[in-house]
């Protein structure tokens, strides 16, 4: 019964891993550069109402794949006492990934999140680029961008850790 249960776990985590990397990369590879064909203001409204509705559900895949992280290596793991964190190698791989995912899903909640939606939500922004002015948007959108390829860094990390395992 126990490795059902760590093997249903393990679906859930890699359900929820490829929800949330997958999620993420799609809006930021997919999503920003198709909407590139609209108008500037057509272009913020969408961008918005996507993020603020996907925010939720990639909080919460980001937040599955931690728990259930947590729980293959501990209760279905190797993982029994402190020292097996800090003696063994598989331990040290186990705190390093949920050191990186925590630190991933902590950076896109309240730094890479917001600086976006404060761009999104500044009309005048958007409006200036509609009328031909588009540099200080796209100075406002580079600087998202960096800030939003943290996750990006963290989910490769996250990856090498997880073959590491």
Do not use: C
Request: proline share 1%; glycine share 10%.
């Amino acid at each position: 019964m126990i490795w059902e249960l760590r093997q249903l776990t393990l679906f859930i985590h890699i359900l929820l891993a490829i929800t949330w990397v997958g999620g993420v990369f799609f809006i930021g590879w997919g999503v920003f550069p198709a909407v590139r064909k609209m108008a500037f203001v057509q272009q913020r409204q969408l961008l918005l109402a996507l993020m603020q509705w996907s925010h939720k559900l990639l909080t919460a895949a980001g937040i599955g794949v931690i728990v259930t992280g947590l729980l293959l290596g501990t209760i279905f793991g190797p993982i029994e006492t402190w020292n097996n964190i800090w003696q063994t190698s598989y331990g040290n791989i186990w705190i390093a990934a949920f050191t990186t995912g925590s630190l991933t899903l902590l950076w896109g909640m309240f730094i890479g999140f917001r600086q976006a939606i404060s761009v999104l939500s500044n009309v005048t922004l958007w409006e200036q680029a509609d009328r031909g002015d588009k540099k200080t948007l796209y100075k406002a959108l580079s600087k998202v961008a960096i800030t939003e390829s943290v996750e990006g860094v963290g989910f490769i990390v996250l990856i090498v850790l997880m073959v590491l395992l």
